[in-house]
């Protein structure tokens, strides 16, 4: 009887391994520590907001002379990559707050220059040329598009370093691998230029697509950058109708 019970309790505990095993197999990238994610992308999109900084009108910039902010948001931008130059690994918490900062730098920027141009417009004195006008306002609102999506993935999950070890078992965004992980490789999880098409895609159709904000801060960010850029597109558009007409 007792050879029995010792059998049937191997059998148990064999079982119950297989099931651990198999869980830990099918466990997602996105939900375990993995490597950091390549900086190359985040630093080239930073290095084009800053590019797009520069062309613009004298008038909306926050600092004088105009290349004040750009240089400070390239040492900040300089000093990230010097301290994680190939991968965005955890490091010390400065480097967060490093970041952190330069986002805001380029976020403060961006948002004068948008609050400049729509007092511009709301007052008449945006311009009597309709090119110049539409191609202010899409250098702020392309620049827009990039300030959200640095956003998003700097606080989605704890951000880019949290994620790298998994310290976060709750998603802010819900992308569409992680409800059908069968239709992407396992290493699969979210990186910088899927916040950037999130970002992109939200900007344009004022609303959510294929990818779901699940945490109230991500569904303020949406929609605060939703009101911003309809804002932006309608006056800046309607200013340049009425300039052709």
């Known amino acids: 009887m007792n050879d029995d019970m010792d059998d049937a309790e191997s059998r148990l505990g064999r079982i119950e391994r297989l099931l651990e095993s198999g869980q830990r197999e099918f466990v ?12 190359w ?44 130059p190939r991968r965005v690994e955890p490091g010390a918490q400065w480097l967060r707050w490093l970041g952190l900062t ?14 400049r141009l729509v007092g511009d417009l709301v007052n008449g004195t945006g311009g009597d040329q ?6 202010t306002g899409g250098v702020i609102w392309l620049t827009n598009v990039i300030v959200f999506a640095l956003w998003y993935w700097e606080w989605d999950r704890g951000g880019p370093m949290a994620r790298v070890q998994g310290q976060h ?10 409800q059908s992980p069968e239709i992407a ?3 699969w999880e979210p990186a910088f230029l899927d916040y ?9 159709a004022f609303s959510p697509t ?25 006056l800046v558009v309607a200013r340049a109708v009425n300039i052709l007409k």
């Open 196 to 204: 950037l098409y999130l970002s992109f895609t939200n900007a344009t």
């Open 169 to 178: 078992q709750y998603a802010d965004f819900l992308f569409v691998q992680m």
């Open 28 to 39: 997602p990238a996105w939900r375990r520590a993995t490597r950091g994610e390549p900086r």
């Open 41 to 84: 992308t985040v630093t080239a999109v930073i290095l084009a907001a800053v590019a797009l900084q520069l062309t613009l009108p004298h008038r909306l910039v926050l600092l004088h002379p105009a290349w004040a902010m750009p240089v400070l948001e390239l040492a900040l931008l300089a000093g990230l990559v010097a301290a994680n």
């Open 102 to 115: 330069l986002i805001c730098a380029i976020s403060l920027a961006n948002g004068w220059s948008a609050v």
């Open 210 to 234: 294929d990818v779901m904000p699940l945490s109230r801060w991500s569904k303020m960010l949406m929609m605060l950058q939703s009101s911003v850029s309809l804002v932006t597109v309608v």
């Open 185 to 187: 490789p396992p290493d």
């Open 130 to 135: 309709a090119v110049p006008l539409l191609l």
